[in-house]
């Protein structure tokens, strides 16, 4: 009897047991409710373009997004319908826009539930001009953001590429080591970020005050988090700066000096320089203006140019010797036959890049052999006008003045991608350079040194907005935060 007892009470509590896993999961805790269509929704869809915050002067723009792991039957930007070919897992509308701020807003629905995308609240100002104001522009990359240089109200911008935000970094309101020491700026030329201090090292000009002595080459130094500002050197009639360099190692800034045809360096810690080479020293006619700079292993190079003559140039940095890369006139070489634009380093394949006006061409840096990657259109084609190449990874970025496009050229396989950019309301003549592909690779931000702006580029669609509105920075008479 107390065996049988025992049996009916085991079996009891293993039915008991039994019924409580049956109620839990397998780490014996009760599942949670699944998530709702709000919370997938709100979890997986987001926009990919335009920015949370931009400014442009198209009559219309199109939002483009994803939305993944949920069934949708229809997504609205405000009350436009937008498309897919995917079931939505990417999307785009394409939206009016009327003269101002625009506001506009993400609802997603499955059939039988809508849900509003609060977190994805888009304000889009169209305006029918364009800001200026930068002269020059720098990646901060420890930062992810831009550094401009405003030489409208003399200030240093900070445009944040992760969040679209911006602020001034530094500007003559600064009470800092430059004010303190009786200086206000009153020009810019060229920046780079110098990473040892943490500091923009700038190159523009000074007036001190007291004196009223004006010197037109200041070399500066702002602090990266404070803004703080101090003077390194002045110089009066000293060069003509179109490209800067840092030597993070050697502490040392390489300026190419259109002024004075030269290669200078610059020392960071006294301002004091020393001329690496000129023209007189490469043996070149005066009048070869030095332009844009570029490092590769132990060589600084740069390309020059004037009506009868390209070249391309090198000095090794740690001989200081000299050497020349191509020369279109003594070497009879007539591959490029339009001024260069602009220089890239293929580190990969150790090849110089060279975009001209009407073709991209790239230098075997030990070799010393030619090659074509672009060829100039021929006469029956489109002449086309490239202001800049920029190499990102293995894409070549080039802008066409001329037809206001940007082309995407991938270097290993010489496939050219033309993107159209259109109504973006540039004029002739823009140039588009300072280029920075976003993290996720969707959106290239360039300054258009033209209209004096940044522009935001979707390497997907091609379509462009303006995402700094500078004509009124903080400080300035009539700042407004619409363009970011």
């Not at 500091?199 to 080459?217: N, Q």
């Not at 004091?272 to 490469?282: F, G, K, M, P, R």
Request: net charge negative; with cysteine.
């Amino acid at each position: 009897m107390n065996k049988l007892l025992q049996a009916s009470t085991c079996l009891c509590l293993t039915i008991l047991l039994s019924a409580c896993r049956s109620s839990s999961d397998d780490n014996g805790s009760t599942p949670s409710d699944p998530p709702t269509f709000e919370q997938i929704i709100t979890q997986n869809t987001s926009v990919v373009f335009p920015p949370r915050q931009s400014l442009t002067t198209s009559e219309t723009i199109t939002v483009r997004g994803t939305s993944a792991g949920v069934e949708v039957s229809s997504l609205k930007v405000n009350d436009i319908e937008a498309t897919t070919s995917d079931n939505f897992a990417t999307w785009q509308a394409t939206v009016a826009l009327a003269m101002g701020e625009n506001t506009f807003s993400i609802s997603v629905s499955n059939g039988e539930e809508e849900v509003s995308l609060d977190d994805w609240i888009l304000k889009v100002t169209r305006d029918t001009s364009l800001p200026d104001s930068f002269e020059d522009v720098a990646i901060d990359m420890a930062n992810n953001r831009l550094l401009g240089l405003d030489d409208k109200f003399m200030q240093i911008v900070a445009y944040d590429l992760t969040n679209h935000s911006y602020s001034v970094l530094a500007d003559n309101q600064n009470d800092d080591a430059l004010s303190q020491a009786g200086y206000e700026v009153y020009d810019f030329d060229v920046a780079e970020v110098y990473p040892t201090t943490n500091e923009l090292i700038v190159i523009g000009s000074a007036i001190e005050v007291a004196t009223e002595t004006k010197y037109d080459d200041t070399i500066m130094a702002v602090n990266l988090d404070t803004g703080e500002r101090r003077i390194i050197s002045t110089y009066s009639n000293f060069m003509a700066p179109k490209g800067i360099v840092i030597d993070d190692a050697r502490a040392l800034a390489y300026v190419s000096d259109w002024h004075n045809e030269r290669i200078i360096s610059v020392n960071l810690d006294d301002g004091s320089y020393t001329t690496l080479t000129n023209y007189a020293a490469l043996g070149i006619p005066k009048h070869n203006r030095f332009y844009h700079l570029a490092w590769y292993g132990d060589e600084l190079l740069w390309g020059t140019f004037d009506s009868n003559d390209k070249a391309a140039y090198a000095i090794d940095l740690n001989t200081l010797s000299a050497r020349t890369l191509y020369n279109s006139s003594s070497d009879g070489i007539d591959i490029i036959t339009s001024g260069i634009e602009d220089i890239a380093i293929d580190t990969t394949n150790g090849n110089l890049i060279l975009t001209t006006y009407r073709s991209v061409h790239t230098y075997d840096l030990t070799s010393g052999e030619f090659s074509t990657l672009l060829a100039e259109a021929t006469s029956s084609s489109p002449r086309t006008d490239y202001a800049s190449g920029k190499l990102i990874g293995n894409t070549l970025y080039l802008y066409d003045q001329d037809t206001f496009e940007f082309s995407s050229l991938e270097v290993d396989r010489a496939q050219l991608t033309t993107h159209p950019l259109s109504r973006i309301g540039t004029s002739p003549g823009n140039t588009l350079n300072a280029l920075y592909l976003s993290s996720d690779q969707t959106t290239l931000y360039a300054h258009d040194s033209s209209q004096e702006i940044i522009r935001a580029y979707d390497t997907a669609s091609g379509e462009v907005t303006s995402n700094l509105d500078i004509t009124n920075a903080a400080g300035g008479d009539d700042f407004s935060q619409t363009g970011v």
